[in-house]
């Protein structure tokens, strides 16, 4: 394994601010403590600490033990020692029920909290997408309240639809644990927002306007109205159903809300509502539409009929509430609760958080798909073994900021080590790899046939594995001890490396406790072969012959490697695995 390059005055701020970040979660929930909470306020608050997210969790663990064996009282004043203006700010805070995110506003005044998901969908979800899910299934639960999701699919040639994609959006938000009490497809309810559309006209909220894109640009900035803007309401309504008849072209013509045209902002001086596209929709159902609602009035409608009550949205989409609220003005609507929040980057990855970026990966053969464990997507964690859950939690534990938030995926990690680690077997997978020395192979004399590891360290009662030495093994070229010098086979015992072969010299563990002799995993030279398929790319090698008896989607700990997913078993060939984390 590779040498920490931590120094000891990083691991000593290290510790320091896990011991903090332990104590304030150990008191704010009068519980003990648990690493995985703690990984994400400590990797938000100190991102210099992001490269060392391996090994961390490993640092912190006998920390928050420490932490766990204090007394209530004995915390707190620790606490008070280490971080006085912390337990201060706890104190403050409002007695009762602790949640990890803030109330939402006015939630009183609603018999039932409703909120909405409401994605474009040009593809399966990137880690980012999963935020919204994660925070709205949060406040369901909280609430008792309904979860939405609402298609908005009605840019059929910019944002472009995939017709695999709704579906697998849906099976992203089962995988993060929740089920939505409705699901709406926009490119299904054109038809309405005709309705509200014409309704708006009567309403003189809305006019036509041919007006070519750059030159109402100009007049807009300049606060001057577009000759349009007093046309009569029979003439708005003969020439919105001619765009509703597809007798436009694109760019042609478009129906505009009425706002101030003087207004400060010029982003909120009569928007459009409406545009003619020619490209036809990639849904059966809705390929015979041209005029299409524009996101802001298709989404203001929808909420207001949906009986959505809270919205989350962009705190740089702060213009559409704007816009919306002119046409929630004409129709004499209430609009919903709105709470802004900040973008959310994922570190750990080299390829960027895009669905586009993604989607070009993908076609030019540069990502093997959606689930290609180097591609920052939510089905890409669920193909490496990584539950739902803990993605969920380190995304509800980022709170609502209208800052920019990080997401450290050590803190993801920490969270499915702790849910899956202790009903995890263990296993041994030998790397044939530059990065650890290649696969050096070892004849064994003098010792038991086989070697006998548990299949969990902390569980005895399980059993041990049988994993034979007859014919050789295969260790590491990174574990292989200079000639003379010994090495401990982990589950076998003490073995000394002579010229070309491991002499076994005893199971006396007094030689790894005592005398510093390294403890290494290793497998049968002729054991199956495996491809680990990791974010940096593919690993092969050997693995024990017990692997061959598990099943697609049982997870495995490669004792010295990390966490696994098995994807594929082939006794006849190659094995696959998903590396999931250390």
């Given at each position: 394994?590779?040498?920490?390059?931590?120094?000891?005055?990083?691991?000593?701020?290290?510790?320091?601010?896990?011991?903090?970040?332990?104590?304030?979660?150990?008191v704010?929930?009068?519980?003990?403590?648990?690493?995985?909470?703690?990984?994400?306020?400590?990797?938000?608050?100190?991102?210099?600490?992001?490269?060392?997210?391996?090994?961390?969790?490993?640092?912190?663990?006998?920390?928050?033990?420490?932490?766990?064996?204090?007394?209530?009282?004995?915390?707190?004043?620790?606490l008070?020692?280490?971080?006085?203006?912390?337990?201060?700010e706890?104190?403050a805070?409002?007695?009762?029920?602790?949640?990890?995110?803030?109330?939402?506003?006015?939630?009183?005044?609603?018999?039932?909290?409703?909120?909405?998901?409401?994605?474009?969908?040009?593809?399966?979800w990137?880690i980012?997408?999963a935020?919204?899910?994660?925070?709205?299934?949060?406040?369901?639960?909280?609430?008792?309240?309904?979860?939405?999701?609402?298609?908005?699919?009605?840019?059929?040639e910019?944002?472009?639809?995939?017709?695999?994609?709704?579906d697998?959006?849906?099976?992203?938000?089962?995988?993060?644990?929740?089920?939505?009490?409705?699901?709406?497809?926009?490119?299904?309810?054109?038809?309405?927002?005709?309705?509200?559309?014409?309704?708006l006209?009567?309403?003189?909220?809305a006019?036509?306007?041919?007006?070519?894109?750059g030159?109402?640009?100009?007049?807009?900035?300049?606060?001057?109205?577009?000759?349009?803007?007093?046309?009569?309401?029979?003439?708005?309504?003969?020439?919105?159903?001619?765009?509703?008849?597809?007798?436009?072209?694109?760019?042609?013509?478009?129906?505009?809300?009425?706002?101030?045209?003087?207004?400060?902002?010029?982003?909120?001086?009569?928007?459009?509502a409406?545009?003619?596209?020619?490209?036809?929709?990639?849904?059966?159902?809705?390929?015979?539409?041209r005029?299409?609602?524009?996101?802001?009035?298709?989404?203001?409608?929808?909420?207001?009929?949906?009986?959505?009550?809270?919205?989350?949205?962009?705190?740089?989409?702060?213009?559409?509430?704007?816009?919306?609220?002119?046409?929630?003005?004409?129709?004499?609507?209430?609009?919903?609760?709105?709470?802004?929040?900040?973008?959310?980057?994922?570190?750990?990855?080299?390829?960027?958080?895009?669905?586009?970026?993604?989607?070009?990966?993908?076609?030019?053969?540069?990502?093997d798909?959606?689930?290609?464990?180097?591609?920052?997507t939510?089905?890409?964690?669920?193909?490496?073994?990584?539950?739902?859950?803990?993605?969920?939690?380190?995304?509800?534990?980022?709170?609502?900021?209208?800052?920019?938030?990080?997401?450290?995926?050590?803190?993801?990690?920490?969270?499915?080590?702790?849910?899956?680690?202790?009903?995890?077997?263990?296993?041994?997978?030998?790397?044939?790899?530059?990065?650890?020395?290649?696969?050096?192979?070892?004849?064994?004399?003098?010792?038991?046939?086989?070697?006998?590891?548990?299949?969990?360290?902390?569980?005895?009662?399980r059993?041990?594995?049988?994993?034979?030495?007859?014919?050789?093994?295969?260790?590491?070229?990174?574990?292989?001890?200079?000639?003379?010098?010994?090495?401990?086979?982990?589950?076998?015992?003490?073995?000394?490396?002579?010229?070309?072969?491991?002499?076994?010299?005893?199971?006396?563990?007094?030689?790894?406790?005592?005398?510093?002799?390294?403890v290494?995993?290793?497998?049968?030279?002729?054991?199956?072969?495996?491809?680990?398929?990791?974010?940096?790319?593919?690993?092969?090698?050997?693995?024990?012959?017990?692997v061959?008896?598990?099943?697609?989607?049982?997870v495995?700990?490669?004792?010295?490697?990390?966490?696994?997913r098995?994807?594929?078993?082939?006794?006849?060939?190659?094995?696959?695995?998903?590396?999931?984390?250390?």
């Amino acid at each position: 394994m590779p040498e920490s390059c931590m120094d000891e005055e990083l691991r000593a701020r290290i510790e320091e601010a896990a011991e903090t970040n332990a104590l304030l979660n150990a008191v704010k929930h009068d519980s003990e403590a648990q690493v995985g909470a703690i990984m994400g306020p400590l990797m938000g608050e100190n991102p210099e600490f992001r490269e060392h997210g391996d090994e961390i969790p490993g640092i912190i663990a006998p920390i928050v033990d420490r932490v766990n064996g204090m007394d209530a009282e004995k915390r707190r004043e620790r606490l008070q020692e280490l971080a006085p203006e912390k337990l201060e700010e706890l104190e403050a805070e409002d007695e009762g029920e602790d949640h990890p995110l803030p109330d939402l506003p006015n939630v009183e005044e609603y018999d039932t909290v409703r909120m909405r998901v409401a994605p474009n969908p040009n593809g399966p979800w990137h880690i980012g997408h999963a935020r919204m899910a994660a925070v709205i299934g949060t406040y369901k639960e909280r609430y008792d309240g309904e979860f939405v999701c609402r298609f908005d699919d009605t840019d059929p040639e910019t944002k472009r639809p995939d017709l695999d994609a709704y579906d697998q959006i849906l099976d992203a938000i089962d995988y993060l644990g929740f089920e939505p009490d409705d699901v709406f497809t926009a490119s299904d309810r054109v038809e309405t927002y005709y309705d509200y559309a014409r309704q708006l006209i009567d309403a003189e909220g809305a006019y036509t306007c041919s007006c070519p894109q750059g030159e109402f640009s100009d007049m807009k900035n300049s606060g001057e109205a577009c000759p349009h803007r007093e046309k009569d309401v029979a003439t708005v309504h003969e020439e919105f159903d001619a765009m509703v008849d597809g007798e436009y072209d694109s760019g042609e013509m478009v129906l505009r809300v009425r706002t101030d045209i003087t207004h400060k902002n010029p982003a909120l001086r009569d928007f459009v509502a409406f545009r003619m596209i020619d490209t036809p929709h990639p849904r059966e159902a809705a390929a015979d539409y041209r005029c299409w609602p524009m996101l802001d009035f298709q989404s203001g409608v929808d909420d207001h009929l949906l009986g959505i009550t809270h919205i989350i949205r962009g705190i740089d989409l702060q213009d559409s509430a704007k816009r919306q609220q002119f046409v929630y003005d004409y129709f004499d609507w209430e609009y919903p609760e709105v709470v802004h929040w900040g973008h959310v980057q994922v570190d750990a990855y080299d390829v960027k958080m895009s669905t586009s970026t993604i989607s070009e990966l993908i076609a030019e053969g540069e990502l093997d798909g959606w689930d290609d464990p180097r591609a920052p997507t939510v089905a890409s964690l669920r193909r490496r073994g990584i539950r739902g859950e803990a993605l969920v939690d380190a995304m509800v534990e980022l709170g609502t900021s209208t800052s920019n938030v990080d997401l450290a995926m050590s803190s993801v990690y920490a969270n499915n080590r702790e849910m899956i680690d202790d009903d995890t077997d263990r296993a041994f997978f030998v790397r044939d790899s530059d990065d650890h020395g290649g696969l050096v192979e070892r004849q064994v004399v003098g010792g038991p046939d086989a070697g006998e590891p548990p299949y969990h360290p902390d569980h005895e009662d399980r059993g041990r594995r049988e994993i034979p030495v007859v014919g050789g093994v295969a260790v590491e070229g990174d574990d292989l001890p200079g000639h003379g010098e010994r090495v401990w086979l982990k589950g076998y015992g003490c073995v000394r490396h002579t010229r070309d072969a491991f002499e076994y010299v005893g199971d006396d563990i007094a030689a790894v406790r005592e005398e510093g002799v390294d403890v290494v995993h290793w497998a049968p030279a002729d054991g199956p072969a495996l491809r680990l398929r990791t974010m940096d790319g593919d690993v092969t090698g050997v693995a024990e012959p017990g692997v061959l008896d598990y099943d697609a989607d049982d997870v495995l700990q490669f004792e010295r490697v990390g966490f696994a997913r098995v994807d594929d078993v082939d006794p006849d060939g190659e094995s696959v695995a998903y590396f999931a984390h250390p």
